[in-house]
């Protein structure tokens, strides 16, 4: 169908699908500027062209015009990793702050630090025994003489254009959020430069971790992006694994000295952690004195939205609703005791106190008293704040997940993606989130191609999860599989589902007794089933569906026999039954 779509344009009739040979090199550097420097997305790039030519360029289309312009960088050499590391001890000794660098290709969005570029450079030995260093300004030159590589660094707080180096004197910038990077826009009118509104490049946020100069984070770098999650319980092994047996005195002293020696999310997180994996059925998870002191500490410090976002997201993906019910109660408590009536504090967990208590019509005045709240924060504090990244993603979540037209909310959250990268880093979980938002949307709305890329983005964001994470990653996967459904490549949902399925039973186990998670399980089922039968296998799904109905309810009648009950009759919801979007 689409072929034939094509051939029809190509007799004159209508405006050719293609664009001519000097239209793309008109396009070359707008495209350059606004796709690898300013960060946009590919969508939005391809946008500009659809509204200069009336073409919107299929991926597939972009991608090879990217080749063709030598842009398809797939990975550094060791050149130009020994470029980063002279640039990297340059920074480092001319201002004394930490360092990094964002590296943007047509293929791929990474974060490097100076861990990160040695490791790669012992992957990649020197070919001759006398290498020369580089200095500065040959070090500029490699990393700005590639069309297709476009390099940040990040000192401290502040992102600077890697050919700005010795260019000027950044002292006075550092520190400042904009003194580097003033704010630009593209120009308006005709022409393939058109109206396209250039963000400011933004500093790193003060967000999962102190930026104070003084800052004493674990020593294996809770500045790093890389796996800060998973190295949550490798970290405080033996620091915080006994805290719900600690005694009121004890707690107190405890942890007001790691709050002094570290910073103060890392620490909340880590207390948080335990008392989730400590709790037994049928404990209040969230009672423990340090876990108390620790959100009293965070109150203060105003980091408590983003604690709050990590551990709904944990429990929310590990079916844990009665833990994550109190929490959000007893954290809301304790906000109100401590902020004041009118504090923009409060309005987040409402919504999720309306939310997880089904209050239909509390939720949908909780949520337009936010969405008219969040201009005012954005003018209030800037973008990467704490308040402002926080209520813009619960701004954004509301609307894609109650309202039924939430296209507004996906355009702003897709336009506010590189920022919030940029931000609080791409291995971030809350960006992570906001990818899956993106993807459920785009597969709502059956822009599957969409959807495809932005969950493959998620999926690499989330990277290898510690396991808290990892029903949050199979729930990506469920979604990618829903995109590759939709573009009719069964086999490859196939294989995502299988992996969801694994996943579920390793996480859940059949029988549990959560309908939560045995919900999840038989959405996994149903769906692989769905796609067997497309692939024309329905003898293995019918036999698929009557295994782990069998197996179930014999897990199901051992588990309630072991606590002396009688098991109900558990009859699995009709095969068509669709999968829910949000796992509870």
């Known amino acids: 169908m689409a072929h034939s779509k094509q051939q029809s344009t190509r007799d004159g009739s209508s405006k050719s699908v293609y664009l001519t040979l000097e239209q793309w090199e008109e396009l070359k550097e707008p495209i350059r500027q606004l796709y690898l420097v300013q960060g946009l997305s590919l969508k939005l790039t391809r946008n ?3 509204d200069q030519y009336g073409v919107f360029p299929t991926e597939r289309v972009y991608k090879s015009r990217f080749e063709k312009w030598g842009w398809d960088v797939k990975k ?51 070919q ?23 390099v940040r660094a990040v000192v401290g707080e502040t992102e600077l254009d890697i050919d700005t180096i010795t260019k000027m004197d950044l002292k006075s910038g550092i520190g400042s959020t904009h003194s580097a990077s003033p704010r630009s826009e593209a120009t308006g009118g005709p022409g393939p430069h058109a ?50 047996t600690w005694t009121p005195e004890r ?31 049928g404990q209040r998870p969230f009672s423990s004195e340090a876990l108390s002191i620790a959100l009293n500490e965070t109150v203060e410090n105003k980091h408590i939205l983003l604690c709050l976002n990590w551990v709904i997201c944990v429990l929310y993906f590990n079916c844990r609703v009665h833990g994550l019910r109190q929490f959000v109660e007893e ?94 880093g791409f291995h971030n979980s809350l960006v992570s989130q906001s990818m899956v938002m993106l993807g459920r949307s785009f597969n709502n709305t059956r822009h599957y191609a969409d959807a495809r890329m932005i969950l493959s983005q998620a999926l690499e964001s989330i990277g290898s999860p510690c396991k808290h994470m990892v029903a949050y990653r ?56 769905e796609v067997m039968k497309q692939l024309g296998k329905v003898h293995e799904a019918g036999e698929l569906r009557r295994r782990y109905h069998m197996e179930h309810e014999e897990a199901r009648r051992h588990w309630f026999v072991e606590r002396n009950q009688t098991p109900p009759e558990i009859v699995p919801p009709p095969f068509q039954t669709p999968s829910p979007r949000s796992p509870r």
């Open 48 to 50: 500009t062209v659809r």
């Open 76 to 126: 550094l050499n060791r050149q130009q990793y020994r470029a980063l590391m002279t640039v990297h001890g340059h920074l480092t000794d001319r201002f004394e702050d930490r360092v990094h660098f964002l590296v943007r290709t047509a293929a791929f969005t990474r974060t490097y630090n100076s861990t990160s570029i040695k490791k790669e450079l012992n992957r990649k030995p020197a």
């Open 128 to 150: 001759s025994v006398g290498e020369r260093p580089l200095n500065v300004n040959e070090a500029i030159g490699i990393l700005t003489q590639h069309p297709g590589l476009h």
């Open 195 to 244: 109206s396209v509104p250039i963000a400011p490049p933004l500093a790193r946020a003060t967000l999962g971790y102190s930026t104070s100069r003084t800052c004493r984070c674990p020593p294996s770098s809770a500045h790093e992006e890389y796996d800060y999650d998973a190295e949550l319980t490798d970290m405080f092994k033996g620091v915080t694994i006994d805290i719900v």
């Open 251 to 281: 707690p107190s002293d405890r942890v007001k000295s790691l709050m002094a020696n570290w910073s103060v999310p890392y620490v909340l997180q880590c207390l948080m952690e335990t008392a989730v994996l400590d709790s037994k059925p």
């Open 331 to 424: 954290s809301s408590a304790l906000v109100r005791a401590k902020t004041p009536a009118e504090s923009v504090l409060r309005l987040p967990f409402d919504l999720m106190s309306a939310w997880l208590r089904d209050d239909a019509a509390e939720l949908s005045r909780l949520g337009a008293e936010l969405r008219q709240a969040y201009p005012q924060v954005r003018r209030t504090f800037p973008d990467s704040h704490p308040h402002s990244v926080v209520y813009f993603y619960f701004s954004c979540w509301y609307s894609l997940e109650h309202e039924k037209s939430s296209l507004e909310a996906r355009s702003e959250l897709q336009n506010a993606l590189p920022m919030l990268k940029r931000s609080l």
């Open 474 to 529: 199979l729930y990506a996967l469920e979604l990618l599989a829903e995109a590759e459904t939709g573009f009719n490549e069964l086999e490859a949902a196939q294989k995502h589902l299988e992996e969801v399925l694994a996943g579920r039973l390793a996480l859940f186990g059949l029988g549990s007794n959560n309908e939560a998670a045995t919900s999840q399980i038989w959405c996994a089922v149903y769906e692989l089933c």
